[in-house]
């Protein structure tokens, strides 16, 4: 792991993760590839470990000559993939940006990569291409089902996982056709700092905070499985370390709660922390509203390969977790203000989403 790049590494998970490998990787150099759409800023690489080892690309994956160069100027040797499209709302509404970077723009990388590690490999040579997923491919749950393991047959219920579905079959047929070295994660409902307010946690602290409502959608008893996204981070470097080729490891964080039982439980973190709030109870903001189309009922991860084969186990109960990311963002003002001063910011709010209903 020499020279790794990180494809969205300026986004919520990518932005976590490349801290992270700075710190866990001391010889590792960072190019991180972002095209700084809505929910990707510079902000979020603001005092990164060691710096020098950082190295920031402002393109899109879904231009192919972009990706090719990076793989030639920097020689890269391992791929961590985790820009894409990612919000299902946004994907209902329209799909084909989904389709265009989720799948295009995979299909992109693992050229790059193919062209450029073809003529070099040898066994075990090192080569990675880390392709980072969801459980959304796999559907959903029934109250009594048992959880997604690797094998769980796919059926996607939203174009947003339909995209994600796509793009993991593209990457297992890379692996299998041309015998690239490629390892498949899919991991739950991530949480933690530096996450996009569009999506559930930040968007309902942040909206609580200044007194505005809190749609929940249908009957709020949809389940997720939340991940804390330094747990999700370890369990990414431990892919990258100990996985095997043509491999697929779930990583879930243990934590399942219904949404509407969550978001109560964020109201209840900030009456704690914010006593004399004119919001307070914070829960009195909260409504339910008409469900959106396709809404999956209920997500869970089986992580037993994980902790098998990678010794992987998360860390954070969705207790603490939430309790402290609620404090982060209480704490990080500014970095919520340079946020929300961009102007992609104000293009999300002009498309009216925080009017809708709020899920995970």
């Known amino acids: ?46 005092d990164l470990p060691d710096p020098d080892r950082h190295i920031f690309v402002h393109g899109d994956i879904r231009n192919a000559d972009t990706v090719a160069g990076i793989f030639r100027d920097h020689q890269i040797d391992t791929v961590v993939h985790l820009a894409a499209e990612s919000h299902v709302d946004r994907s209902i509404v329209n799909p084909a940006p989904f389709v265009q970077t989720n799948i295009l723009g995979t299909f992109n990388l693992l050229e790059a990569a193919r062209q450029a590690w073809g003529s070099r490999r040898e066994p075990d040579g090192g080569f990675r291409f880390l392709h980072v997923s969801t459980d959304e491919v796999f559907g959903s749950l029934g109250l009594d089902d048992p959880p997604f393991t690797e094998t769980t047959p796919y059926a996607p219920n939203s174009p947003y996982a339909a995209s994600k579905a796509a793009s993991d079959h ?95 439980q964020i109201c209840s973190h900030l009456d704690h922390l914010l006593p004399d709030s004119p919001s307070s109870p914070h829960a009195s903001l909260i409504t339910l509203v008409a469900d959106r189309p396709g809404h999956d009922r209920r997500y869970a991860m089986d992580i037993t390969k994980a902790g098998k084969d990678l010794g992987w186990k998360p860390h954070y109960t969705l207790e603490d977790g939430l309790r ?29 989403y925080e009017g809708r209903g709020m899920s995970a």
């Open 1 to 46: 792991m020499r020279n790794v790049l990180v494809t969205g590494g300026a986004g919520f998970i990518g932005s976590n993760f490349a801290r992270f490998l700075l710190e866990r990787e001391p010889k590792a150099r960072v190019v991180n590839l972002d095209a700084l759409t809505y929910a990707g800023s510079l902000e979020n690489l603001k």
């Open 170 to 264: 593209l990457v297992r047929a890379y692996a299998r056709t041309y015998d690239l070295p490629a390892v498949i994660t899919n991991g739950s409902n991530n949480y933690g700092p530096f996450q996009f307010p569009e999506k559930l946690i930040p968007l309902v602290i942040l909206n609580a905070v200044e007194g505005r409502g809190l749609p929940i959608y249908g009957d709020g008893q949809q389940i997720r499985d939340w991940l804390h996204v330094q747990d999700h981070c370890d369990g990414l470097w431990r892919a990258l370390v100990d996985g095997r080729p043509g491999e697929t490891y779930n990583f879930g964080g243990g934590g399942q709660h219904t949404n509407l039982r969550l978001v109560q």
């Open 324 to 352: 402290m990311t609620v404090g982060w963002y209480l704490e990080h003002s500014e970095w919520i203000e340079a946020i929300r001063s961009r102007p992609s910011y104000q293009e999300w709010l002009r498309e009216n």
